[in-house]
């Protein structure tokens, strides 16, 4: 529009000036020339200043939203670091040639999660020391912590697995896990709209977001990927929220859950306020007590309450018996989520990843890949 006015401007004062040249007396011409002249400069220089006043925020807010984005895809490097370095006990000099067994193994790669799972952890950056001012934020979730849609339902028998049986019917499971967050849909019942929606493909789900395809969903629209409490804010002893993904996965390997890696969704489900309402310093406390009985395989009917009763504040029989049920005896993990935020110059970019841990060498090294991204 700017660049129109220009042209006619133009157009009307070479217009005036050739009419002034030729029907002038030669007096006073020149003054109007150079008004004219001085108010085209003024308009040039106000197109000017507007344009840039209008471009360089923009292109700061460009800048630091890439910056952001790359410290963002950094912060989902740092949980694969974890994953892949994971702690070690302190040994003696005569212990640091041997290689480590699988329990071992186990309980390092857990010290190094448990303290921070479902939880923020923050890494401030600083131009003199990493070339920008900014902050990543990243929350390590378990997906085996999770239960696996595809692996509790058959899709050519179009039935859910273990329908009859007492303890491990899914169908069962199902439907009390969706009677419990009736709360937080308005009243509304998913179970009806989530099994036909089940029936009705004939292959697996590929992906959770495909629920809300379904309209009763719709309700969980906004709370489709899990956000950590912030820690600087007074939030925890408040009402819990339910997240879709945060619930259910398609990338766990096995029908069971994982009870040492419970999601926060899960452990709303299950009850488990202990996890829930404590700050930093008292998980950090529990973890450490629970730590000390961990064994790589349990047998929970018995091991819960010395080994996970202090961490989550519950004791065996007070856990809903089909949840219970689930639990994996082995401990296993190999599926993990991240949630990284990176801010840079007042912009924040968000991404959410699943990566999978697996062996790399014969000598137990890891290698975690990434299998998905999403952009939030």
């Avoid at 890494?123 to 085996?144: A, F």
């Avoid at 491990?168 to 967050?181: E, G, N, S, T, V």
Wanted: aromatic share 12%.
């Amino acid at each position: 529009m700017s660049s129109v006015f220009l042209q006619r401007f133009f157009y009307f004062f070479k217009r005036f000036v050739s009419f002034d040249k030729v029907r002038a007396n030669g007096s006073g011409y020149i003054l109007l020339t150079s008004v004219m002249i001085i108010a085209m400069c003024t308009t040039i220089v106000s197109f000017v200043v507007i344009s840039s006043s209008t471009y360089s925020p923009f292109a700061r807010t460009i800048i630091a939203r890439e910056r952001a984005k790359l410290l963002a895809f950094a912060g989902i490097e740092c949980a694969r670091s974890q994953l892949m370095f994971p702690l070690e006990k302190e040994k003696g000099k005569a212990d640091k040639e041997k290689k480590p067994d699988e329990q071992e193994q186990a309980w390092n790669l857990l010290a190094t999660i448990l303290p921070h799972l479902n939880r923020w952890q923050t890494v401030e950056m600083k131009e003199k020391i990493d070339g920008v001012n900014g902050s990543i934020q990243l929350c390590i979730m378990c997906e085996d912590g999770k239960l696996n849609i595809n692996e509790l339902y058959d899709f050519n028998t179009h039935k859910f697995i273990g329908e009859g049986d007492p303890k491990k019917d899914a169908k069962k499971l199902f439907q009390d896990i969706f009677a419990r967050i009736k709360e937080q849909t308005g009243g509304i019942d998913l179970f009806d709209p989530f099994e036909k929606f089940l029936k009705e493909r004939q292959y697996k789900v590929r992906d959770i977001t495909q629920l809300l395809s379904v309209k009763q969903f719709a309700v969980l629209k906004d709370k489709l990927f899990y956000k950590p409490l912030d820690s600087d804010k007074k939030e925890r002893g408040a009402k819990h929220s339910i997240y879709l993904t945060d619930l259910f996965t398609l990338w766990s390997e096995q029908n069971g859950i994982e009870p040492w890696l419970l999601s926060h969704s899960m452990e709303v489900v299950a009850g488990f306020k202990g996890a829930l309402d404590v700050d930093q310093t008292g998980w950090q406390e529990k973890v450490e007590q629970s730590l000390k009985q961990f064994r790589m395989k349990a047998q929970w009917s018995t091991d819960w309450n010395s080994q996970l009763a202090s961490l989550y504040g519950v004791e065996f029989n007070s856990i809903p018996p089909r949840i219970a049920a689930r639990f994996d005896s082995l401990f296993a993990p190999r599926y993990f989520s991240v949630r990284t935020r990176a801010t840079v110059g007042g912009v924040t970019q968000e991404l959410y990843a699943i990566m999978k841990r697996t062996k790399k060498t014969e000598q137990s090294a890891v290698d975690v890949q990434i299998k998905k991204v999403y952009w939030l």
